[in-house]
């Protein structure tokens, strides 16, 4: 008999570090806390997430939310810097997006670390109309539904910062009223690859995530302004989109869940720099997302069938979690733990 079996949005983001009381501060500034600590020798590191070195972790949590959260991995031995301050329109890229009420305050602060010549990147906030108008509203008197979002780049962290106007979204991220950025937790990360749609639909066919939207062409390119910004897009590159939801959520977006993974595929004249290689475990900054399931065994012989490759035994994690790892087919590295 098969287990029962369900996943979640995507649980969290892992970042390496060499400093962890550093990057504690900066995220407590966005409501993230302290939550469990946990450890794992040489060995048992190399045999879930393929790196030969001792690594310390610490999982930070928001407010009670079930996913978005984040993973700071402290590895003895780093393999690499990590992405530092690559663009968004890279191979192997990895970021996470996330709400908050005071958009210009994180700007403020923004340009005054570059004002210091502090290794900063930032794309002032954009306007951007996530969903498609019937008709253009009368300005000063229609609602307009639009939200304000930023790219804010750092050598280990990488951040995608929206602010809704004109609506709301109940179940799509949670803002802590008392956090210093008044922010929510991460409601999506992001990949990037080439089009290839066996590659997009093993999230679906593989994990059981439910897939909300999908373009039918590259609906983004260097005419866009905000996809131009954020993307810093050549005139040459263009991409278009899939997201995946937690299988609870519904492709009405007024009723959606937040965990999403957004996708973005690039046409394959694009020509982006592959990066794989540094956004990977052991590798510093952004460099593993992972997924919480119950029935971890049923979910371990769906990716051995599949053609995903690098898949490890399950094993227990620095948290005492059972858990395993593989790349996927488009070559991103995944962990998938047991509830």
Known sequence: MAQETSIGGVYEVCIGTKDPEALVKYWERFGYRVGRTGELDE????????????????RLYHLDSDHGLIRIMVWDKPVNEGLQMERMNVLGNRWGAMMTGDIYNIQNHAEEAV?????????EPQRAEIYKLEKRPTPFLDNYATVREMCLIQPETRQIIFQRFGYSLKNYGL?????????????????????NQ????????????????ENENYDSDFSNPSSKAIFSLMPNQKYGATDFDNPKSSKNPAEALSGRLKIIWFAPESR???????SKPGSLGYSLYTYRVKGIDEYHKRVKASKASGLTEIITNEFGEKSFSFVAPDGYFWTILGE
């Open 272 to 278: 982006l720099d592959d990066k794989f290689e540094f």
């Open 43 to 58: 060995r048992q590191a190399a045999r879930l997430y393929g790196v030969n070195s001792k690594l310390k972790s610490i």
């Open 175 to 195: 803002i802590d009223e008392q956090s210093f950025f008044k922010s929510s937790q991460i409601t999506h990360v992001g990949m990037v690859i080439y089009r």
């Open 198 to 213: 066996e590659n997009i639909d093993f999230y679906g066919s593989v994990l059981g995530l439910l897939k909300v939207k």
């Open 115 to 123: 004002a210091q010549k502090r290794p900063v990147f930032m794309v």
